[in-house]
């Protein structure tokens, strides 16, 4: 499957624990971004890379949220200290620099819950 | 701010009949504007985009678009609706205010098909 992939798909957790999603894209996208959507809404920006460098960081991420893309290939999402409110699912889309379509390619989600 | 807007939660329509899902967007400058469908379980997936040109854009699955810059709409229609188009289906615009990183989707329309 050359698509882009998340791990975990589910993840349940305790509140005020630490948990890590990870996110591979199709190979050859140098660009990546998470979004969060949670029950009735549509998936909110939280943040984008391209290759390496984290571009852009939404202004409603707190800072018990980070993002890395270390190599510029795969990309962790890291919440700690989680709180109830951040269930939600978790996605990670991707794209290529040369795609004149802006089309982003989506993973299935990770969906996150805790209790 | 760049915004869409999915007036209608839901849209329910007879197999075989014409739909239409409706989409509006305030946007700064030219829009960049896209609609993606969310079957359940799996991830979003692209069906068309408007960028410029032909104010008419066809797309995946035989849906099609009109964009309407007066009203400042963006529908989304297919001529005969099928079963297997029931899902949940998000229009969206390229936020090109903050460097065109972001997309800003809106809550998502439920189309059910009834045979």
Known sequence: DTGVSQNPRHKITKRGQNVTFRCDPISEH???????????????????FQNEAQLEKSRLLSDRFSAERPKGSFSTLEI??????????YLCASTSRTSGTYEQFFGPGTRLTVL | ????????????????????????????????????????????????KYITGDNLVKGSYGFEAEFNKSQTSFHLKKPSALVSDSALYFCAVRDMETGGFKTIFGAGTRLFVKA
Request: aromatic share 16%; net charge negative.
């Open chain 1, 30 to 48: 140098n660009r990546l971004y998470w979004y969060r959507q949670t029950l009735g809404q549509g998936p909110e920006f939280l943040t984008y």
């Open chain 1, 80 to 89: 700690q200290r989680t709180e109830q409110g951040d269930s939600a699912m």
């Open chain 2, 1 to 48: 701010a760049q915004s869409v807007a999915q007036p209608e939660d839901q849209v329910n329509v007879a197999e075989g009949n014409p739909l239409t899902v409706k989409c509006t967007y305030s946007v700064s400058g030219n829009p960049y504007l896209f609609w993606y469908v969310q079957y359940p379980n799996r991830g979003l997936q692209f069906l068309l």
